[in-house]
């Protein structure tokens, strides 16, 4: 089953459950694909669906960040369940642990030797963390790994 279809079958229990959030939260995703869709005028494989879905993911914890810095919690609560509606829809999720032993590797196998290798690094650690760990995790831990 695609993750198209698994949106869609996601959109119908929530409006026989009267799930509000979760279908507002999946109406969003499947509207950010279709745009996503019209834009590139192809229709979208399970990846870029994946994409999609991690961009917006990105979204909301910036959100989320944003929302607690301003002290407006109620906001930043909705973001957070927003947030783990579209993460039932990604891959699982790496740790830390796993993001560090990764980019160890990754900086072993490519003997990178500082923060001059860092763009070499990251072009071979991005295409294994697509849509499991934030880019932004990735690249901090790959900064602290080379340092």
């Known amino acids: 089953m695609t993750l198209k279809e698994q949106l869609n079958d996601a959109m119908k229990a929530a409006m026989k459950a009267r799930d509000d959030l979760r279908l507002s939260a999946v109406r969003m995703v499947r509207a950010a694909i279709k745009n996503r869709e019209i834009d590139t005028r192809v229709e979208l494989d399970d990846q870029a669906v994946i994409d999609v879905i991690s961009t917006m993911a990105k979204q909301r914890r910036e959100s989320i960040r944003m929302y607690r810095d301003g002290k407006r919690l109620e906001l930043a609560e909705k973001e957070e ?5 579209l993460l039932e829809f990604l891959p699982t999720q790496l740790g830390p642990e796993d993001i560090d032993s990764l980019v160890s590797q990754v900086i072993l196998d490519l003997d990178a030797r500082g923060a001059k290798d860092m763009g070499r690094v990251m072009k071979a650690v991005t ?21």
Do not use: I
């Open 127 to 147: 295409p294994l963390t697509a849509g499991k760990a934030d880019g932004k995790v990735v690249s901090d831990a790959v900064r602290r790994l080379l340092a």
């Open 81 to 85: 369940l927003e947030l783990a509606v």
